[in-house]
Nanobody, 125 residues
Framework: QVQLVESGGGLVQAGGSLRLSCAAS????????MGWFRQTPGKEREFVAF????????YYADSVKGRFTISRDNNKNTVYLQMNSLKLEDTAVYYC??????????????????WGQGTQVTVSS
């Protein structure tokens, strides 16, 4: 069992930056690849970024590529999402998720085993 707790959300002006953190419980954090997703009211949860178990590979949605960076510290059981040059359309609840799967499409919510409760990010003009 893995519990995930996100933090770092808040209100920021367009063009600003935020760093989200996702702290995981348990001693098997490095066994899980991690993803970040986001969701706005009335819409499906949307893939944002993915990082492999060791952190060697990362993948991003086209909408955030070049602006967001996912990273992880397996010694601290934490995954991060650095968000720069934020836009109004980045406003959403952001969720981190953990998957133990060795195959599957990392952009699909269905491969993830555990989810955090979400943290709100609001970008204002």
């Amino acid at each position: 069992q893995v519990q995930l707790v996100e933090s770092g959300g808040g209100l920021v002006q367009a063009g600003g930056s935020l760093r989200l953190s996702c702290a995981a419980s348990g001693r098997t954090f490095s066994s899980y690849a991690m993803g970040w997703f986001r969701q706005t009211p009335g819409k499906e949860r949307e893939f944002v970024a993915f990082i492999t178990r060791g952190g060697g590979y990362t993948y991003y949605a086209d909408s955030v590529k070049g602006r967001f960076t996912i990273s992880r510290d397996n010694n601290k059981n934490t995954v991060y999402l650095q968000m720069n040059s934020l836009k109004l359309e980045d406003t959403a609840v952001y969720y981190c998720a953990a998957t133990g799967a060795n195959s599957g499409n990392y952009a699909y919510t269905t491969i993830y085993d555990y989810w955090g409760q979400g943290t709100q990010v609001t970008v204002s003009s």
